[in-house]
């Protein structure tokens, strides 16, 4: 049986060099390699159950019922159900379903054992029915815990620290295989936990391990099905050749820009969330109400499909940057406002994460902002997703990543505008959000 070892504190002055060579700490690296195999097979399972759900629930259901078309309303009966069973989930089953997308990716500990259903569950109703959220929050939920509960079945004293690093692990498999990037998941969990330090190699090594052997499982695993690898890069994207001073005055501008409007959603959301809170099972089906309605008004607007606006919007992305120029600056304009408003409402009430809905609304706007001379559209993109990203993730250097990686060849020619826009929106975020109020205590 493999048996985990207690994982270095980062805050013990301990030599690194000497854990590295310790026994212990290559069993706990075999651990973590073995860790990513399960996590990523569950992933890759919970990702596609989501898909075939969304087809069922918004094209063969319709069809089955007699509907030659899908319905304009029909998004409101299916997200007020969800909202319902999202509820159901964060007040009936252990824990809270996760934690509250309003606080965006945050390190809130291992979940415990019990609580990973109503985790699953409250995730699969919000990507499946139509909510504006994304995987990555409840994927790192479940792949932290379900590697913490491994390490519980392997050896159930095993010291505290070994589990939490074992569960990290979990995590950085979990999240790589939705990414389709080590690295970027590494950078991803590495600002989230705050992990730095000289023994930061020491502690990032086992879950990089267990999402590359997460990733290589993925990829195993496309070959096997043929149902692809969930890959976030976008194929056939405009070539962008050059940068010139025009668009680093437009980088300036989109990150005041997109941090004015990310702030907005993310108060918006955090207001309305205690109110929701404190009257769940009426709140959270009116709050599923209002989002679709958002994408029905949407598609009077503009005559484009509800999906637009519904769902965390990454399968949608491609196909707008590819087809940037069919979109009229009035459309874009709606597909911006309505996705907002659907945005802000389901982290105030849904479960998942906030970041792909973010990457949408930020190339939607950087595409209608490139009807203006001086801004192509791919640039606008690129600082658009940098500038929504940081503002809703508060984590610069992923969101840096995150673009350059999602443009492919493109985003490293429009890294230094991306890394311009990501500052400009990181600082004047913080600036414009307001300072939380000091506690004081009495006696």
């Known amino acids: 049986m493999v048996e985990p070892v207690a994982a270095p504190d980062p805050t013990t002055p301990t030599d690194p060099l000497e854990l590295l060579r310790s026994r212990g700490y290559l069993v706990l690296l075999v651990f973590g390699a073995l860790i990513g195999i399960p996590v990523a097979a569950v992933a890759f399972g919970f990702l596609k159950l989501v898909e075939e759900a969304q087809t069922w629930l918004y094209q063969t259901l319709p069809s089955d019922l007699g509907?030659?078309?899908?319905?304009?309303?029909?998004?409101?009966?299916?997200?007020?159900?969800?909202?319902?069973?999202?509820?159901?989930?964060?007040?009936?089953?252990?824990g809270t379903a996760g934690h509250e997308p309003t606080a965006g990716?945050?390190?809130?500990?291992?979940?415990?054992?019990?609580?990973?259903?109503?985790?699953?569950?409250?995730?699969f109703v919000t990507l499946a029915f139509g909510g504006v959220l994304g995987p990555e929050a409840p994927l790192i939920a479940l792949g932290g815990g379900l590697a913490a509960l491994a390490v519980h079945l392997a050896k159930k004293d095993a010291p505290a620290q070994a589990t939490v690093v074992i569960g990290a692990a979990g995590s950085?498999?979990?999240?790589?295989?939705?990414?389709?990037?080590p690295l970027l998941g590494a950078f991803l969990l590495m600002e989230v936990a705050g992990l730095a330090g000289p023994l930061i190699g020491v502690v990032l090594v086992p879950g990089l391990l267990a999402a590359g052997v997460g990733s290589l499982v993925f990829i195993g695993l496309d070959d096997?099905?043929?149902?692809?690898?969930?890959?976030?890069?976008?194929?056939?994207?405009?070539?962008?050749?050059?940068?010139?001073?025009?668009?680093?005055?437009?980088?300036?501008?989109?990150?005041?820009?997109?941090?004015?409007?990310?702030?907005?959603?993310?108060?918006?959301?955090?207001?309305?969330?205690?109110?929701?809170?404190?009257?769940?099972?009426?709140?959270?089906?009116?709050?599923?109400?209002?989002?679709?309605?958002?994408?029905?008004?949407?598609?009077?607007?503009?005559?484009?499909?509800?999906?637009?606006?519904?769902?965390?919007?990454?399968?949608?992305?491609?196909?707008l940057i590819q087809q940037a120029d069919t979109w009229t600056v009035g459309a874009l304009v709606a597909l911006v406002a309505c996705k907002s408003v659907a945005y802000a409402l389901s982290l105030s009430s849904l479960r998942g994460g906030p970041t792909f809905p973010a990457m949408f609304i930020g190339a939607a706007g950087g595409i209608a902002l490139s009807h203006l001379p001086g801004l192509p559209p791919i640039a606008g993109v690129a600082m658009g997703i940098g500038a929504m990203a940081v503002t809703m993730l508060r984590l610069p250097l992923t969101s840096v990543l995150l673009t350059t990686l999602f443009l492919q060849a493109d985003g490293v020619t429009l890294m230094p505008l991306v890394i311009v826009s990501v500052v400009v929106a990181y600082v004047a975020s913080v600036r414009l959000t307001p300072p939380e109020p000091a506690v004081t205590h009495n006696g």
Request: charged content about 10%.
């Open 67 to 94: 509907f030659d078309t899908v319905p304009t309303w029909w998004p409101i009966p299916v997200l007020a159900l969800a909202g319902l069973l999202v509820a159901a989930a964060i007040q009936l089953l252990p």
């Open 105 to 123: 990716l945050s390190a809130t500990g291992t979940p415990a054992p019990d609580a990973l259903p109503g985790i699953a569950l409250a995730a």
């Open 224 to 319: 096997l099905t043929g149902w692809g690898t969930f890959s976030l890069a976008i194929p056939d994207i405009p070539a962008f050749t050059g940068i010139d001073g025009y668009q680093f005055l437009w980088a300036i501008a989109i990150g005041v820009l997109g941090a004015a409007l990310g702030t907005a959603i993310r108060l918006g959301a955090s207001a309305l969330q205690p109110l929701v809170a404190g009257r769940r099972l009426l709140l959270t089906p009116l709050a599923g109400i209002a989002i679709a309605l958002s994408a029905v008004v949407f598609h009077l607007l503009t005559d484009r499909g509800v999906d637009q606006v519904l769902f965390d919007g990454e399968n949608a992305l491609a196909p």
């Open 172 to 181: 950085f498999a979990a999240i790589a295989t939705l990414l389709g990037s």
